[in-house]
């Protein structure tokens, strides 16, 4: 009879547990000695090969090491995009260190907040953000400060000088497994604190080889990656899977409209994901033209809704390129469906389908149990991409995987053929007399308005209605504010319940640095 046991929790022998072995820091080396030779990615003036990338990183990951830092230890990213904050989390991955993206918006409190939650043992950071950094010095615990370039002293290391420095140029040879926590992602705090999903390698090892088949990726693509690499969008559905493709990115650190549309332009760039607003603002831009961007045949988006009316623009603009709207969050690494070109002609407005690496469902948020087709309830998931847990908050943990599914918090429903519509953020959802208002509904009419920019519909108290639909527009240049014109127009639109209590105008909205829309700073400044 045989005994062996075949569950995951057996321990192979290490010669063949290493030829097994599946990590980030793996795969790089795969892609290295595929595509050596091949351009990898450029950023300002530097041109790094796969080979040099692969490199560099091994010095680098050596280099971390012999400051201290140990298995496990967290090492916080505090800074915009550069080749050296994309070398900073490779070598991470080599070292048996976990990478923590903080947003570079963050400062004071907010920045407290995640390097102390975390525990970060390092904190790397650009060198222009030092006086945010030497506010919080005395409110934090942390051992090691860096520059992640353009600095270097005895006290003060810099990744990029380690990095190109000559030193050991292969992967430190660790005991490191699939199942390693390799970063924690915090979420973007539009609605309370930030919480840090952890994930493994194999978890974004999972979630890259699903990208790479549903989103087409491919070793001639030629992308741009513009927003910000500490959000996973960026990081985890196109930058990773591109790298370990064979396929070449621009990267920028300041994604203003003119530099997103010179580059595309200039370069020849064929692939760009943008949130909603960025595109919002592209083509609002002068500068966007369809004989200069005609080469462009993947435009993704994501991130938060779109609205139906910028896809339609974007299509008829770009009639050659394909559209692909991604949804997903930071817990599941973070792409769980996509909408595919040919898919957008029907469906405009779905978020499409589960990747195959994602089961989902949509169950009723009282009784759990699975809604009929068009009936609306929060997405659940279960697939290999999902974190493993909120960084030292086991309450939020097991309340988000109840019943064995992660619960995303999200609205929707799924059509008889499986394609799935996002709703709304279940806490965004307005509660208007006892009626539950989804605010996209209401923000989808109002874009309809030829003088409307940008709008974003809240609830604020009401003592009549316990909340009103508030809604808060950025006009087109050109139109002048006129609130009667838009409650008229949301009237020909809507029930007469989703039609705004109240319309204010402002010059922009808030959002975050990776463009999504803050709605708690609007319920805060308008309740």
Known sequence: MNTHSTTASSSLPAGIARALRNTIGDALARSAR???KRTALAFEDRIWTYSDIHTASNRLAHRLIGLGLTKG?????????????????????????????????????????????????????????????DEVKSTVEVGIYGS?????????????????????????????????????????????????????????????????????????????????????AQMHVFSMPMLLSGGYSRLI????????????????????????TVWIALLQNPGFSQDKLQHMDKLYYGASIMPGQVV???????????????????????LATVLLPEEHVDRPSSAGRPMQTVMTRIV??????????????????????????????????????????????????????????????????????????ASRDVEEALYQHESVAEVAVIGVPDEKWIEAICAVVVLKDGHTEDSGALMSHARSKLASFKVPKHIHFADQLPKNTAGKLLKRKLREDFS
């Open 148 to 232: 992640l370039h353009g600095g270097h002293s005895e006290n003060n290391p810099d990744a990029l000088k380690l990095a190109l420095a000559a030193g050991e140029d292969t992967a430190p040879e660790l005991e490191l497994s699939d199942t390693d926590v390799v970063q924690i992602l915090y979420t973007s705090g539009t609605t309370s604190d930030p919480k840090g999903a952890m994930h493994t390698h194999r978890s974004l090892m999972s979630h890259y080889s699903a990208c790479q088949y549903h989103l087409n990726i491919r070793v001639s693509d030629r992308s741009l990656a513009a927003l910000p690499l500490y959000h996973s």
């Open 312 to 334: 339609k623009e974007l299509g008829e603009k770009l009639p050659g390129a394909g559209l692909y709207n991604c949804y997903g969050q930071s817990e599941i690494a973070p």
């Open 73 to 133: 230890d967290r090492v916080g990213a505090y800074g915009k995009n550069s080749d050296a904050y994309l070398l900073l989390w490779l070598a991470c991955t080599k070292a048996g260190l976990i990478h923590v993206p903080v947003n570079y918006a963050l400062i004071g409190k907010e920045l407290t907040y995640v390097v102390n939650q975390s525990g970060c043992k390092a904190l790397f950071f650009d060198t222009d953000l030092q006086p945010q950094v």
């Open 253 to 276: 650190n300041t994604p203003t409209p003119d530099a997103i549309l010179g580059l595309l332009a200039r370069e020849q760039l064929n692939t760009f994901f943008a949130p909603p």
């Open 34 to 36: 595929t595509h050596g």
């Open 364 to 437: 009723d948020p009282v009784t759990g149990k699975d809604c009929k087709s068009g009936e609306q309830g929060e997405l659940v998931h279960r697939s290999p991409q999902l974190m493993v847990g909120y960084w030292a908050k086991p309450e939020a943990t097991e309340e988000a995987f109840n019943d064995g599914w992660f619960h995303s918090g999200d609205l929707g429903y799924q059509d008889e053929e499986g394609y799935i519509y996002i709703v709304d953020r279940i806490k965004d959802v307005v509660n208007t007399g006892g009626v539950l208002v």
